[in-house]
């Protein structure tokens, strides 16, 4: 069932602008973040959310109570991991908001897509068989894109 949820053209110029605008960021954070293996990403311990006050606090304390600071702590280090983490955290969140809305905007954009042209595609259908001009070639040309339309490929049937 259509939703018409989405019925606004997003101008190109606004994606151009605000796909221009997240390279800038990309770039801007470019010196300061870090790309981990998939090993890193797993074995690491992780801050998340309730471990972030934790952090926080343990960090207030190091910093007013140096003689319980380990001699091997390097409490510059903590600042910046901890401020970097702090910080980050906020963008995270601001993109996290923006990941979601831009995939539920091509979910449904996509979706209400979909629906037409199937709706467009039965109609075709139905032209072929009432014998319509142009309607056969049409369709010839949509059946095998039709989704779950087996074609023979490379490697046998494949499923789209």
């Known amino acids: 069932m259509r939703s018409d949820k989405h ?34 990403r797993q074995t690491m311990l992780k801050m998340g959310d309730k471990s972030l006050a934790f952090v926080e606090k343990a960090h207030d304390y190091a910093a007013d109570n140096p003689t319980l600071t380990p001699n091997y ?14 910080g980050l955290w906020s963008i995270l969140t601001l993109t996290k908001q923006l990941e979601e809305a831009v995939e539920d905007t091509i979910m449904t954009a996509g ?8 709706s467009f595609y039965h109609n075709v259908q139905s032209a072929v068989k009432d014998d319509i001009p142009d ?9 095998p894109r039709f989704p779950g339309t087996k074609r023979r490929g490379n490697s046998g049937d494949t499923e789209e």
């Open 7 to 40: 019925n606004t053209a997003i101008p190109d110029a606004v994606i151009k602008q605000v796909h221009d605008q997240i390279i800038e960021v990309i770039q801007q954070l470019s010196p300061y973040t870090v790309t981990l293996t998939p090993h890193e």
């Open 73 to 86: 702590l390097d409490m510059q280090a903590f600042d910046v991991d901890f401020t970097d983490a702090h």
């Open 111 to 118: 979706s209400e897509a979909f629906h037409m042209a199937l």
């Open 135 to 143: 309607a056969k070639a049409i369709f010839e040309d949509l059946k």
